[in-house]
């Protein structure tokens, strides 16, 4: 019985290494970004992606402005005095 429960918790110590290990190497795709044979073999598809882009870049840009618009409403609202620069930067 000692022995089958020291045969057993040398398998799970040894599979946690073994995971450990793996899971420390580097992925590929992080290192270097996804590869560009996929991307440049379909023109549709890299004309439909830019779009995609350009749409997520103004969307960002337009966000941005609503929050800048919504904390100059604030601002109004307290009055010049009540309110820390610092705090709103």
């Known amino acids: 019985m000692k022995l089958?429960?020291?045969?057993l918790f040398g398998a799970g110590v040894l599979t946690g290494l073994s995971i450990a290990r793996k899971m420390h190497e580097?992925?590929?795709e992080v290192l270097h970004g996804p590869?560009?044979?996929g991307a440049s073999a379909n023109p549709a598809l890299r004309l439909v992606s830019g779009q995609a882009q350009r749409l997520a870049d103004?969307?960002?840009v337009a966000?941005?402005?609503a929050i800048s618009r919504a904390r100059g409403?604030?601002?109004q609202r307290l009055g010049e005095d009540?309110?820390?620069?610092a705090a709103w930067s």
């Open 4 to 7: 089958r429960s020291i045969i």
């Open 26 to 28: 580097d992925d590929p």
């Open 35 to 37: 590869s560009k044979q």
């Open 58 to 60: 103004r969307a960002s």
């Open 63 to 65: 966000s941005l402005d």
């Open 73 to 75: 409403a604030i601002r």
């Open 82 to 85: 009540s309110y820390d620069d």
